[in-house]
Structures are given as structure tokens and as C-alpha cells.
């Protein structure tokens, strides 16, 4: 999607590092934005982003205009299940959907051996596994961990969005995140509880919650109390801007 | 789908004639059938099947069980557009949603230069023609001519459906076409004159006329003369059996 930060970048790193030859695409896909979202307003550098993967030795850039991934007749969607549902699904329909046909298609022109994804983007990346399973897509695909800067704000190409101050107040996200872990290292093991002291960290500096949620991290059902391999995953809106954070915790049963 | 006729067997001969590798697939694929429609009773002969591609010198047959494609947690689905909306696509929602999903499945799968379809299924052919277009799959597609028993009918594995009594009934598809054709090549261009010719010869036979439409063979869409690339499709029910027909005709402007 361009607009890359150092979270791009380090999947660009760990592709280079595994492989000979590295293709980055950049390309804001039309087909994953809501009617009200903002994909006239999303970020983008297209000259910084070229300079920056330059530097990081990519083999190619692949810049497609939204014509030639979509033409007038275009018509064929993959249609991605019930992991695509719950969480960002929720409050953005069909947003998995433009997802996961554009990676579809991206997969197919390039054909690569490996696929580099975040595990910021975690319900997506999810979503993409499947999809590559489902439908047998001869790659493989990695998720790499989460990208934060210095005072723990997750990377996201819509961080430039926020105020100095809406920034300072988007800290809440990576903070309670870090308040649950410490609970759940403590013993606690009910999700009510370390959902409340969540919420109890978010609600003063958010506008909207989306979500607080605790789920089975490998495919995103409800679990009942805090053990095996958990995500927990918030989504809410600091002003306008909709961030969203995650963290990935493995709990001996 | 398996329950091999020379109609199949024409595809495989021109794939044999054309590539260094042959692989046949036999898989009757539930996602394409509605709940009322004929899946458990379509007809299979697996043995035969597999007789008859090894005398064709198939180099891998593909014969997957049902759950190998579609396992319990299965949830990735390619949506086709506008082309699967018509025709068959009208009586059998859901068809070609569970067609593109197979056959993208399958291409991914074996990962072939060639596919090989048969015009029969025309919107089928269409259907994944756009799909493998649109989703950019690594393949060339190729559309052969329909394969017609001596008396005209054309080979489907329904035919084995049908009583001694029906299948002479069913004769009035083929010879619908051909009335057709031959009002068009005496300089009949109005559509409502051909769709009315054709169905005086299909009403007396068939229980059920599901369709006849002339359309542009391109891409489905209506026309209101017969000039161009036309196609001209039928459906209907032979007691309780349907089948379908079609030509293609190239009339100059």
C-alpha cells in the first residue's frame, strides 16, 4: 500500500535476507476501501517509497495504476470465509474481500517462493493463510513481528494522520496492550478482567472503541479463559484516525 | 466431473497433441451443485474413467476425495461477476461460484501451461476465461469445439440420465440450433424471429424451456440484431433431466 515506514522495510529486510531475488509492490488498493473510507486521502510518497526500497536493493518495484490491476470489465473477487467476519471485518465490510483478491492477484503475477506480511495486519495475514491454503497458491508465506517506534506506537502508514497531541493519546493502544500482559504473566487468566483494564485504559483517550477482543489465535474463534496460543487485539479511533494493535501471547494450558 | 465421454476425451487428445505432459482430473465437485440438485446421483465410473484416460496416455491422473479439496474448516471462495449472473447462472445460483473455486484450485494444484475446456459449457468457459484473466493465473486457456453424438445430440454425462424415449426428445435442442442457423444464413436477423423458430421446435419435446437467449458470445450481454459474434444458448428439461446446448455463429455486420 506504499507510504512505507520501517515496518515495510523490515519485511523487505527478512525477504532479502532469504532469497535472491526481492520484488516490492506498491499499489493502494481501491477494492479494500469502504465507500466512506479514505482512499482518496491515504497516504502517499510514491518517489520516497521508490528511493527507499532502492536503498534496501530491491530487484523490482512493481507500481501498478489502478487500471491495469482493475480494468472497466473487472469482475472476479475471492471471497475470503469466517476468519474475515469478526474483528476488522465488523466495522469494514468487504475489506478482506478487496484484500484478498489483490494479494490473489499480486501472488499470481509474480509467483514468488516466499510472501512477507505483518503481524501488525494480523486478522489479514490470517485471512491470506488461508486464502494461499484454500486455494493451493504455490507460495509460502511468512508473518514477521510488529514494528514499534521508540515510544511503543505501532507503524502504520496512517500514523502521519495524527496531531502531536492525537499521537500522544494513540500511545493508550501499545500501553494497554503491555497493562494485559503484565496481568496475564501475573496469573490472571479471566478475560473479562483483562478486558475491563483494557477498556479502563483506552475509554479516556479514544473517541470510539471497535474492538477489545481476546480470541484463539489460530483462527480467531472465542476462548473462555486466557490459555494456549491467545490474541489480544484492539481497534478504535484516536480523533478521526482508526488505528488498530495487537499482541500474540502463548499461555501454557 | 468424471463419467468420461469423447466430448472429454477430445480435450485430452488436442492437450496430448499439444504438451509434453498430460494430467486429467476427475473430481465431481460438490461447491457446484445447488441443494436440490443431483450431486449424490451424478453419474461416476471412476474405473472406466481411469481405463479410459490411460489408453489416451495420460501421464498423472488427478482423483481427489471431496474432503482433500474441500476440508472440514474450508472457507475460501472466488466469486465470478456479471458473466455467471445469466443463463445457467439464473437456475443455478451458486454454480459457477463453486466452478471458478474448483478450477482455480485445481490450475493452482498442477500449476499447467494449457487448460483445456469444452465449449459446451460455454459460460462456463467464459466464467473462468475472466477469471483466469482477472486474477491473473499462470495459464493459457483453450476452448474446444462441442463433441455431438451421430444423431446430434451433444455428449454430456447427464445423456446417461436419459430413457431411450427422452433422448429422442432431446434431439430438438441440436435441432433447434440448426434451424436457427439455417434461418440466420437465409438473412433472418431479427432475434425474436429466431428465438420464436427455436422454441416452436423445443415446446412440444422438452417438460421445462429454462432459456433461449442470443447473446454476444464476448461477453454475454443482450444484442438486439444477430450481427457479430453471436451465441445462441438453450436449457430446458427432458422429463426430469436438464441439459443444455449452444452455437456460436459469426455473422458480418
Known amino acids: 500500500m506504499g507510504f512505507l ?18 520484488i516490492g509492490s506498491i499499489f493502494v488498493n481501491p477494492a479494500q476501501f469502504g465507500p466512506h473510507e479514505d482512499f482518496s486521502r491515504y497516504p502517499r ?6 528511493a527507499l526500497l532502492a536503498k534496501e536493493k530491491a530487484d523490482w518495484l512493481f507500481v501498478p495504476g489502478p487500471k491495469a490491476l482493475y ?8 471471497d475470503p470465509g469466517a476468519l474475515a467476519r469478526g474483528l476488522c471485518g465488523r466495522s469494514r465490510p468487504g475489506h478482506f474481500r478487496g484484500v484478498a483478491t489483490v494479494v490473489a492477484k499480486l501472488l499470481n503475477l509474480a509467483l514468488p517462493d516466499r510472501a512477507y506480511f505483518g503481524q501488525k495486519d494480523y486478522q489479514q495475514a490470517l485471512v491470506i493463510k488461508k486464502m494461499i491454503q484454500d486455494l493451493h497458491l504455490p507460495v509460502k508465506m511468512k508473518i514477521c513481528p510488529i514494528v514499534r517506534d521508540r515510544d511503543g506506537l505501532a507503524l ?3 500514523n502521519s494522520y495524527l496531531t502531536p497531541e492525537e499521537r500522544e493519546r494513540a500511545l493508550c493502544l501499545a500501553r494497554s496492550l503491555n497493562v494485559a500482559k503484565r496481568l496475564i504473566m501475573k496469573g490472571i487468566r479471566e478475560k473479562r478482567a483483562i478486558r475491563t483494564a483494557i477498556r479502563k485504559i483506552l475509554v479516556p483517550e479514544l473517541s470510539r472503541i471497535d474492538y477489545v ?8 474463534s ?4 486466557i490459555s494456549g496460543t491467545i490474541l ?3 481497534a478504535g479511533f484516536v480523533g478521526k484516525v482508526r488505528l488498530i494493535d495487537n499482541c500474540l ?3 501454557p494450558e
Chains 1, 2 share one sequence.
Open 5 to 22: 515506514h520501517e515496518g515495510h522495510l523490515s519485511l523487505f529486510r527478512k525477504a532479502r535476507r532469504e532469497n535472491d531475488i526481492v
Open 45 to 50: 510518497n510514491l518517489k520516497r517509497d521508490c
Open 71 to 78: 480494468p472497466g470489465n473487472y469482475q472476479t473477487f475471492v
Open 156 to 158: 502504520s502508514s496512517r
Open 213 to 220: 477482543e481476546i480470541l484463539d489465535a489460530r483462527d480467531l
Open 222 to 225: 472465542p476462548v473462555k479463559r
Open 232 to 234: 489480544i487485539a484492539l
Open 249 to 251: 501471547l502463548n499461555i
